[in-house]
Every structure is written in structure tokens, then in C-alpha cells.
């Protein structure tokens, strides 16, 4: 049977700054941020910013599939409505290159890592100890979410 090379990008997605890392056959290969001009206003103008970047982003690493993780409301119905529209446009742009993806809820990526922790700023802090210890890297909330996204996404999306 032919091994395949599956390069799987994960997304941290926000409107300011997102995170992001890519695993290729299981193992973290890069990581980062995406930042639109925090000084933009214009909600609208954000969202533009930070759908080019992920676009250069997908298209720079070709990835086979892509793991985002689903909007969840918090306390601001503004921000929860753009973070809906900002999947939305990243979705349409995947259906458009025919690659596939996976929306995963924050409680399921959070549980298969082990991350406890009732308040949401517990839960950031135990994400970067839990990323420290597995990956010997120091890094900021974003981008521990996404690598523990991309943890959870290697060991559970089969691909064909």
C-alpha cells in the first residue's frame, strides 16, 4: 500500500489575529500568527485583511486538509457574527479548491489534549503549558490553540 504525504493546516480564527500550524505526516512544521491592522475600524476591512492573508497562507502551503475550530459566543454578538462570517468566506474558498475541511468544536480539541480549566483564560494558559511540555516551544494563546487543534486533528482525521 502507497504511503501519501498529508500536510494538515489548523486554524485559530479570529478577525485581529489568528493562529495557525501546519503538521505534515503528523508533525508540527511551522506555526504563527495572521494579524489584520489592529488599527482598522472597519469590521468589514478586518475580515478582508484576514481572509487575503489566510488565502496566501493556504496557497504557500498547499495543505491536503484544513481544521478550524467552530465560533462560540462570548458576550458579544458583534464579534460572534463576524467570526461566523469570516468561517463562512475561508469555507467558500475551500469549496472552491476542492479541499477538504473540518470545523471542531473547542470543547472536543480541548478534551482530547487534556485541557482543564472553568474560566476561558485558564483554559489559554493550560493550552501554552500543555503545547510547552509536548513541543518544548513557548508561544502565545493563538497559537497554541492552533497547535493543540492540529494535535487533535492528526490523531483523528483520516484521510483517503
Not at 19 to 48: C, H, V, W
Request: a positive charge; glycine letters at 6%.
Amino acid at each position: 500500500m502507497e504511503e501519501f504525504i498529508i500536510k494538515i493546516l489548523c486554524l485559530d480564527q479570529a478577525t485581529k489575529i489568528s493562529g495557525y500550524s501546519l503538521f505534515e505526516d503528523k508533525k508540527l512544521i511551522t506555526y504563527g500568527i495572521l494579524q489584520a491592522d489592529t488599527k482598522e475600524k472597519n469590521p468589514i476591512e478586518r475580515m478582508k485583511q484576514m481572509n487575503d492573508r489566510m488565502i496566501e497562507l493556504i496557497d504557500k502551503h498547499k495543505p491536503d486538509f484544513i481544521v478550524f475550530e467552530d465560533i462560540q459566543f462570548q458576550q458579544n454578538y458583534g464579534t460572534f457574527k463576524q467570526l461566523g462570517q469570516l468561517q463562512g468566506i475561508l469555507m467558500a474558498y475551500l469549496f472552491k479548491l476542492d479541499v477538504g475541511f473540518q470545523i471542531i468544536e473547542p470543547s472536543a480539541w480541548k478534551s482530547f489534549c487534556g485541557i482543564k480549566g472553568r474560566k476561558r483564560e485558564e483554559q489559554k494558559k493550560n493550552t501554552q503549558a500543555f503545547v510547552k511540555m509536548k513541543y518544548k516551544l513557548d508561544v502565545g494563546e493563538d497559537i497554541a490553540d492552533a497547535i493543540g487543534i492540529g494535535v487533535w486533528a492528526i490523531n483523528n482525521i483520516k484521510i483517503k
